[in-house]
């Protein structure tokens, strides 16, 4: 009796001891998600507002940052797109099959995650610059990349397509391949296969790395500062019209145009959350 008495007294103890330790770290969690993330968000508000609606307002909708944003949504629409189409290419050679240099192409793709945007920006302008490796020959035909909008297009895909890829690789690789294998011994060809069994089956992980790649090519600033040449007008997106407002010491301004993207980061985080429960109700119902 003397020894369950000392027992449970010892596993009380633990259990304080756990709930102590549970509350710290739930504690420092917030604080630190206040200090990093709560407190510059209501600083931008603030200062955004600072000077009055109607500058607010008159910024928002002036033509500077009215085009900068047109630019923004084409920029990102158009890579994602691209992203979507190679992320899904490339996932689907990845986890259905085996073959010479499927880890280096597995590497190469995580490549833009761990290098600096700034390094993808100089490697497409040595590449594509008016003195670059293919610039030179694309310049005598009349196609025009660095310094102009279709090099904002390239560094976006490359700088958004992992986000599809690695997505859809688990994905894929945990639902196999048995269905496809199956319709294709009932008849099927690569297109049934393809829209009728492969796509419905990951449609929420294409969702779910669609809006990781929105909300990465939405910001993006490294890569476009090097090879847009801050053309206003022609090759200025948002983050880069926000850049050219703080340096002319027109910081209210920059607040004001950054509110935009603190609305796509609450429109991104309703989008996760939306698409992840639809994926996990789908996976539930197929266990």
């Known amino acids: 009796m003397k020894y369950r008495t000392e027992q449970n007294k010892a596993l009380l103890k633990r259990k304080d001891q756990s709930s102590r330790t549970r509350s710290i770290a739930i504690s420092f969690t917030w604080v630190f998600v ?5 407190l510059p968000i209501l600083a931008i508000c603030i200062d955004a ?12 909708f002036s033509d500077t940052v009215s085009i900068a944003l047109f630019y923004s949504i084409v920029v990102t629409i158009i890579s994602v797109l691209f992203s979507m189409v190679f992320g899904f290419c490339a996932a689907w050679c990845i986890a259905y099959f085996k073959f010479p240099g499927r880890r280096l192409l597995v590497s190469l793709i995580d490549l833009p995650i761990s290098v600096s945007p700034i390094i993808i920006g100089l490697m497409f ?8 490796f293919l610039g ?3 310049e005598d035909f009349g196609f025009v990349v660095v310094f102009a909008f ?3 297009i390239l560094t976006n895909i490359s700088i958004t397509l992992p986000y599809v890829a690695r997505t859809l690789i688990p994905a894929m690789q945990e639902l196999g391949k048995k269905e496809e294998e199956m319709g294709y011994m009932l008849g099927a060809n690569g297109f049934q296969l393809l829209f009728r069994i492969t796509l419905p089956r990951v449609k929420w992980a294409l969702l779910y790395g669609m809006i990781l790649a929105t909300a990465r090519g939405a910001g993006e600033f490294g890569a476009a500062s090097v090879v847009s040449g801050f053309i206003r ?8 019209q926000v850049h050219i407002f703080y340096s002319e010491y027109l910081s209210t301004q920059a607040y004001i145009s950054a509110t935009l993207f603190l609305l796509l980061s609450i429109g991104t985080v309703i989008a996760k959350q939306i698409v992840g429960k639809q994926g996990l109700k789908k996976r539930r119902r197929k266990t």
């Not at 507002?49 to 928002?60: A, D, H, I, N, P």
């Not at 007008?233 to 880069?240: E, F, R, Y």
């Open 49 to 60: 507002l600072s000077k009055g609606s109607l500058l607010f307002f008159e910024t928002l």
């Open 136 to 138: 030179q020959y694309l």
């Open 233 to 240: 007008g022609k090759t200025v997106t948002l983050p880069l």
């Open 150 to 152: 279709p090099s904002l």
């Open 125 to 132: 302008l040595l590449i594509y610059g008016k003195y670059g």
């Open 34 to 38: 206040v200090l990093m993330i709560v």
